[in-house]
């Protein structure tokens, strides 16, 4: 298996943790990065290279099975086991076990000794208290206690707790991120864009409790006849010509109406829910992911761990001050599949003005119940096409917002889901530098010339520990056949002496009074050295555990 640029510098950034630090790291991959090859990956490291023994925790039966079977695919070899109920497996003795969370968190003894557990999904951690995974994981840590726990997810926040990383939590720093827009523009997610309905829903009067909108008030506030009548209507209409349609409800009750309403206007359409029985709702999923339905409703079912890439309609029907719940209900939609141009975001819930843009979610913390804040999104009164609040003209039906509206001056956005996009530049010249940071740890320094006396900087942190000098080396490899540097002089050796892939481009993105790069267009590679390995092996005295 050939993994991507951003899948091995993220196994690179556990490796380096677990190595050089004593506490745990976790991952951040967008849903549909292909953040379920590091798991298998991770597992056949640890048996194959060091003799270790791992098990992977997952809080759904469907990301157990896509976890074994990547496993079984890439690793015919990899003595692994299944623990799961629903399944029917209880494989107990293998060096590798996929489980449910839900079927051992008592049996940590039972299991016996592990060297490295990987949580996928692993916001849904709680931070405290004595849910499963922490009644699981303390008692595993007493079975071992060198035992070292990485983590997986999407999403590394919990609504009204902030991140999930801290240094009293199961997890403790994050090793290595990767974000949606460098994944959509780097081609590896497709593009997304986002509609408001032509009738806005008032949220106003929802209460809160534990930082989200009361069920039964969402549920008696979204099912409204006139409402789903309405939303209903549009979203046949909008997705006339497009693949596969998936809806997310408030409840039972409103998920049935929509589908009656969708069946009404001539369509065929399907409805799975939490407590279905389980082999009517697996018969319903499959049948869509083979494309034989091109309508479905569901209700708390497939946020995690369902996985049908030619989904390209998503319509949120359930309004949510989630961000972490919000970012998975878009996400059904980031894969890309041949013949998919975008991903069309139906919002009846005024979850995109709610939260913004997807790329630039940001956990809330523990501030109580208040009122959300207003993210920088505005509403189309032509098309209701739903772009950032700088947008000067709509991309989608080329409305011009008066001038008084706006706040400041910007390019078009193509959609509000998605950040202010960034700006695109030539690059005439590349030239490196060794930067001496006093008290830290030097850095090489490229400077790109974009114009007349007009530079752009980064600094890559080749000789840094951790994320930076994983993140380092990932962006090296990108460009060169040449041998990891040992030092910064002999990275500039290193540039003189190597064939090195031409930087024709950067895009860059303002951080605040700073200019950030965050993509490269990168010419062809040439090589005149013999290469060197894909992947990076660690010998035996760097062996993490």
């Not at 690793?75 to 293998?94: Q, S």
């Not at 726990?149 to 290595?176: H, K, Q, S």
């Not at 929509?258 to 319903?284: K, N, P, S, W």
């Not at 950030?516 to 894909?534: D, Q, R, Y």
Request: charged share 25%; aromatic share 8%.
């Amino acid at each position: 298996m050939k993994l991507r640029y951003y899948q091995q510098a993220a196994l690179d950034g556990v490796y380096n943790h677990l190595r050089v630090k004593d506490n745990n790291p976790c991952v951040v991959i967008p849903t549909g990065g292909g953040k379920g090859f590091l798991a298998p990956t991770i597992c056949n490291d640890v048996v194959t290279h060091w003799g270790g023994r791992v098990l992977v925790l997952a809080h759904v039966k469907e990301l157990i099975q896509q976890l074994a079977e990547t496993a079984y695919q890439e690793f015919p070899d990899l003595d692994y086991g299944i623990y799961h109920a629903g399944l029917k497996k209880r494989d107990m003795d293998n060096a590798v076990i996929f489980a449910g969370i839900q079927s051992v968190y008592q049996k940590a003894c039972q299991l016996g000794k592990f060297d490295i557990i990987v949580v996928d999904e692993c916001h849904t951690i709680p931070p405290e208290g004595e849910g499963r995974y922490q009644t699981f994981l303390n008692d595993a840590h007493t079975v071992n206690p060198n035992l070292r726990i990485v983590g997986l997810t999407a999403t590394p926040y919990r609504m009204g707790t902030g991140t999930i990383c801290g240094p009293d939590n199961m997890l403790n720093e994050i090793c290595y991120e990767v974000g949606v827009k460098e994944l959509i523009e780097n081609g590896y997610l497709c593009n997304i864009r986002a509609k408001s309905g032509n009738e806005n829903v008032d949220t106003s009067r929802l209460h809160i409790r534990g930082g989200e909108f009361i069920a039964k008030e969402v549920a008696t506030l979204m099912d409204q006849d006139h409402l789903v009548k309405g939303a209903c209507r549009e979203i046949v209409a909008l997705s006339k010509d497009r693949k596969a349609v998936l809806m997310f409800a408030t409840s039972v009750e409103h998920g049935r109406h929509i589908q009656d309403e969708i069946i009404g206007l001539g369509e065929q359409c399907e409805f799975v829910y939490g407590d279905m029985v389980t082999g009517a709702r697996d018969h319903i999923i499959k049948k869509y992911k083979n494309r034989e339905i091109k309508y479905l409703v569901n209700v708390n079912v497939l946020t995690t761990g369902f996985d049908a890439p030619h989904i390209d309609t998503i319509a949120m029907l359930r309004p949510t001050l989630s961000p972490g719940l919000y970012y998975q209900m878009l996400g059904r939609g980031f894969r890309i599949c041949q013949g998919k141009k975008d991903c069309l975001i139906l919002d009846y819930a005024n979850n995109v003005k709610t939260h913004g843009p997807v790329d630039e979610l940001k956990p809330k913390g523990r501030k109580g119940d208040g009122e959300p804040g207003e993210a920088p999104v505005r509403e189309c009164p032509d098309c209701h096409e739903l772009v950032h609040a700088s947008v000067m003209i709509c991309t989608e039906c080329g409305y011009e917002f008066p001038e008084r509206e706006l706040k400041h001056e910007s390019k078009a956005d193509t959609t509000a889901v998605i950040s202010q996009p960034p700006e695109r530049f030539d690059v005439e010249k590349v030239s490196f530098f060794h930067h001496q940071k006093k008290g830290g740890i030097d850095s090489l320094r490229v400077e790109y010339q974009i114009g007349f006396n007009d530079y752009v900087n980064e600094w890559i942190c080749l000789m840094h520990p951790g994320f930076a000098g994983s993140k380092a080396a990932a962006w090296w490899k990108l460009r060169t056949q040449a041998p990891m540097p040992t030092s910064i002089e002999h990275a500039l050796e290193l540039v003189d002496q190597y064939e090195f892939r031409d930087t024709e481009s950067i895009t860059t993105k303002k951080d605040g009074k700073f200019t950030k790069i965050i993509t490269h267009g990168l010419g062809s590679f040439v090589s005149n050295t013999e290469p060197i390995a894909a992947n990076m092996e660690l010998s035996e005295a760097e062996i993490p555990f």
